[in-house]
């Protein structure tokens, strides 16, 4: 019998465990091998998005879970991180309400999607009309390129909002992501295109970008003090719909394409 059970124990792990690894495959964002990393190659210098989720202080965390509403808003955290009450005996009848101002709260995203041809950053073209045999030609960026993103819709408390909606995108595609990243001119890759005699090549390059939509929630917080205890108060809780386009930094999509006429 406990041999049986042992077995059986055995074959639900491994299911478990392939279970698993699908969902995570079914999950991954597949990029195109039409898309390269050029990371290594460009020729300005991208800083690097550190946008980490901030942890909560002890004290925040328990006055987080006093909220009725849930906060992601990295910079509120911090607020919170710095702030601390020290209880006392003689608290006792002690009564304070502080108001830390009208905050984007939270932001919940509904859908994430990327168009790897966000936007036409550079054409590479050679003539071979005249050949006999095919020619090369390699991505040859002919001058700086700088690609911004942004909100689709004003709202308050942009940067903030902008803040949390990176946040979440960069962790639902593992891509690296920043509202603006520039392509420097001379930028190469050693990737070959092969010309036909008697056709011209063109090679588009594109900067990709992810589309975030979702709801970012608003409200006035409040700390409440009572004695030796603190909660957070979330007031008038307002929710509106945004979307937001994010570059992917240090990626460049293209497109080859072999014409017999000029395009």
Known sequence: MKKVFFIFMIMLLSF???????????????????????????????????????????????????????????????????SSVSGTPLAIGYRATIFLGQWALNYESTETATNWEYQKVNTNYTDNRGGKSPMQMRYNQEGQKKITGGLTANVPNAEDVKKMMLLKAMKKTSLPLSFETIIGGGTKKEQVYNIPPKRMGYLYAYSPAVNEKGKVTYGEVYIVLRGN???????????????????????????????????
């Open 229 to 263: 205890k603190q909660k957070v108060v979330v007031k008038n809780v307002t929710s509106q719909g945004i979307g937001a386009w994010i570059p992917v930094q240090d990626h460049v999509s293209f497109g080859f394409v072999v014409s017999e006429i000029p395009r």
């Open 16 to 82: 478990s465990f392939s279970s698993s690894i699908y969902a995570a495959e079914k999950n991954a964002l597949k990029i195109p091998s039409s898309v390269l990393d050029i990371s290594k190659d460009n020729t300005y210098p991208n800083p690097v998005q550190d946008l980490p989720y901030l942890q909560p202080s002890d004290f925040t965390k328990q006055l987080l879970d006093t909220s009725e509403v849930k906060i992601d808003n990295p910079d509120l955290i911090r607020l919170m991180n710095e």
